[in-house]
Every structure is written in C-alpha cells, then in structure tokens.
T-cell receptor, first 115, second 112 residues
Framework: DTEVTQTPKHLVMGMTNKKSLKCEQH?????MYWYKQKAKKPPELMFV???????INESVPSRFSPECPNSSLLNLHLHALQPEDSALYLC??????????????FGPGTRLTVT | DQQVKQNSPSLSVQEGRISILNCDYT??????FLWYKKYPAEGPTFLIS?????DKNEDGRFTVFLNKSAKHLSLHIVPSQPGDSAVYFC???????????FGQGTILTVHP
C-alpha cells in the first residue's frame, strides 16, 4: 500500500483565518514532506521532517507552521495567509534508511484558496 | 537557476507507438533520478527511478535511461496508451538529502 491521505481536499479561507492541513501515511516511512504547487508549475519543496524532526525549511514564511505529532501524521498550520498563497499543497512520504531517502509517494493534495 | 530541465513542454504520440520524454540536469551532486506522472488536481504518481550507478532501469512498459556524462535522462513508454496522457515530471535528488528538484513537466498526449 503506497497511500498518502490528505484532508481536506479543498479549503477556502480568509486572510485572517487559522486553518490546518492534515496528512497521514501508514507505510512506516520516517520522512515526510510538504510541497506547494502553483498552476502549470512543478511542485516546490517547503519542509522536510525526518524521524519527526524538522530537517529542512526552504525559507518558508512563518505564516506556514509545520508539525509532525508522530511518525504517521504531518500537519501544516496556516495563519494570516495572502491570496498569492493559493495553490495545491502536497504531502509526501519516503523511507529514510541509512543509505538515504528514496522514492517519495505523494498524497492527492489540498486545493487551498485564500480570499 | 533551473537545475532540472524538461525542454519539451508537450509531446503528442499515436497509440501503440513509443513515447520518449527527455530531461537534462546541471547539478553533478544529483545521484538519484525519478519520473512522476500527474493528472490535473491530483498528486504526482511515482513511476520509476534510477540510481546514478546504473544506466538503465526497466519496469513493464516504462524504461528510464541515464547518461551521466551528458547529464541527461529519458523515459521511454512502449507501447503508449491513451491512459498515459498526463503531465510527466522528471525529478532529481541527492540520496543523502530529502529535497526533490523537479523539472517543469512535459504534457504527453496519446491519441487513439
């Protein structure tokens, strides 16, 4: 089973709202990722968690706050977003062995619209 | 600085023929390469990968070729099927580092 699930599928929020995106995997992967994808562009990495610790932050604004409560769950907390943050937010996971990180498996994404 | 490039924005192929998607990279530190397929409003689906210690990897109808000296890889789909119509992303990474760097994507259309 290579399934990564994400909720909600769609989210519309105002610029003063606080919301959270959720991601879950049960493949035993110990690395989890958040990506952002704008229309007609490739996915861009935001954050990487490895063994529940934040290992990469690609200079993402603080209005995005990631959280990894356990090895299966990854959240992205959103606060005071801008309309330009509207995008498809993708979660991914991969195995993280002593020799490296391998294939990343992606969830279906959350389509976020900021009004 | 675009480290992974897919120079063909689109490719059109007849059903049953071969589809060849190309990708170039500039970062010599990359040692692991992947191809993903993406439908609109869905997440990318992993297709096939190759390590820099190999020059070919095959999985069913999909074969990836890697030419390290030219910093070039290609994905061959044989035979192509209408269900293969999607956006194909090439991606590259260092095995020791989690970040995937994607190309801009190639839209493949397979005509019946």
């Amino acid at each position: 089973d290579t399934e990564v699930t994400q909720t909600p599928k769609h989210l519309v929020m105002g610029m003063t709202n606080k919301k959270s995106l959720k991601c879950e995997q049960h493949m035993g992967h110990r690395a989890m990722y958040w990506y952002k994808q704008k229309a007609k562009k490739p996915p861009e990495l935001m954050f990487v968690y490895s063994y529940e610790k934040l290992s990469i932050n690609e200079s993402v604004p603080s209005r995005f706050s990631p959280e990894c409560p356990n090895s299966s769950l990854l959240n992205l907390h959103l606060h005071a977003l801008q309309p330009e943050d509207s995008a498809l937010y993708l979660c991914a996971s991969s195995s993280n062995t002593g020799t490296g990180h391998y294939e990343q498996y992606f969830g279906p994404g959350t389509r976020l619209t900021v009004t | 600085d675009q480290q992974v490039k897919q120079n063909s924005p689109s490719l059109s192929v007849q059903e049953g023929r071969i589809s060849i998607l190309n990708c170039d990279y500039t970062n010599s530190m990359f040692d692991y390469f992947l191809w993903y397929k993406k439908y609109p409003a869905e997440g990318p689906t992993f297709l096939i990968s190759i390590s820099s210690i190999k020059d070919k990897n095959e999985d069913g109808r999909f074969t990836v070729f890697l030419n390290k000296s030219a910093k070039h890889l290609s994905l061959h789909i044989v035979p192509s099927q209408p269900g293969d119509s999607a956006v194909y992303f090439c991606a590259a990474k260092r095995l020791s580092y989690g970040k995937l760097t994607f190309g801009q994507g190639t839209i493949l259309t397979v005509h019946p």
